[in-house]
T-cell receptor
Framework: DARVTQTPRHKVTEMGQEVTMRCQPI?????VFWYRQTMMQGLELLAYFRNRAPLDDSGMPKDRFSAEMPDATLATLKIQPSEPRDSAVYFC??????????????FGEGSRLTVL | AQKITQTQPGMFVQEKEAVTLDCTYDTSDPSYGLFWYKQPSSGEMIFLIY??????QNATEGRYSLNFQKARKSANLVISASQLGDSAMYFC???????????FGSGTKLNVKP
């Protein structure tokens, strides 16, 4: 059963520490999204990739967040340095999307980050 | 402007009754897709149903149907014969085909009462 895999599921860290979240998209999917979910802001789009190329990361605080896709099986979201306001659930989602085909997004189970 | 608006933060429905969750969207892109996702308390996001902007008929998937009114830019989710397991957050989402972005609404928390 194909699924999006995210690690870690839970992370508690102290302010100022570096945090790296990883995502393995479903094999064959060409688009990967990173979302952040908080009670106040709901689901915010942070960044997304098509065929490993970053298409849009305008939703991401550039000074501390970075997103990469070093290969087709791995997407990473890094926060350095982390701050308490970064506490949230971070979702990775993948899908097969083209200009003429709209596919659904498949979500990972999320990484719950707590920054103390 | 909000791309997706869900005006019902929370709703209650009696078990076995039908319920409609509202969603309106804003786009100038002629080609787009509309989605509904369910997020139970466990946190995962579960895809429910999809409607393409050019689809003539309303989408249906089991007990879920999407009431698509293009001129009004609304895409309401109808759940028939509610079950206790339907208690969850429900998110409406839109993909604009020109921009390849998915936008999500703020969600509606549905509680099904026995």
């Amino acid at each position: 059963d194909a699924r999006v895999t995210q690690t870690p599921r839970h992370k508690v860290t102290e302010m100022g520490q570096e945090v790296t979240m990883r995502c393995q998209p479903i094999l064959g999917h060409n688009t990967v999204f990173w979302y952040r979910q908080t009670m106040m802001q709901g689901l915010e789009l942070l960044a997304y990739f098509r065929n490993r190329a970053p298409l849009d990361d305008s939703g991401m605080p550039k000074d501390r967040f970075s997103a990469e896709m070093p290969d087709a099986t791995l997407a990473t979201l890094k926060i350095q340095p982390s701050e308490p306001r970064d506490s949230a659930v971070y979702f990775c989602a993948s899908g097969f999307l083209t200009d003429s085909y709209t596919g659904e997004l498949f979500f990972g189970e999320g990484s719950r980050l707590t920054v103390l | 402007a909000q791309k997706i608006t869900q005006t019902q933060p929370g709703m209650f429905v009696q078990e076995k009754e039908a319920v409609t969750l509202d969603c309106t969207y804003d786009t100038s892109d002629p080609s787009y897709g509309l989605f509904w996702y369910k997020q139970p308390s466990s946190g995962e996001m579960i895809f429910l149903i999809y409607q393409g902007s050019y689809d003539q008929q309303n989408a249906t998937e089991g007990r879920y149907s999407l009431n698509f009114q293009k001129a009004r830019k609304s895409a309401n989710l109808v759940i028939s014969a509610s079950q206790l397991g339907d208690s969850a957050m429900y998110f409406c989402a839109m993909r604009e085909d020109n921009f390849n972005k998915f936008y999500f609404g703020s969600g509606t928390k549905l509680n099904v009462k026995p």
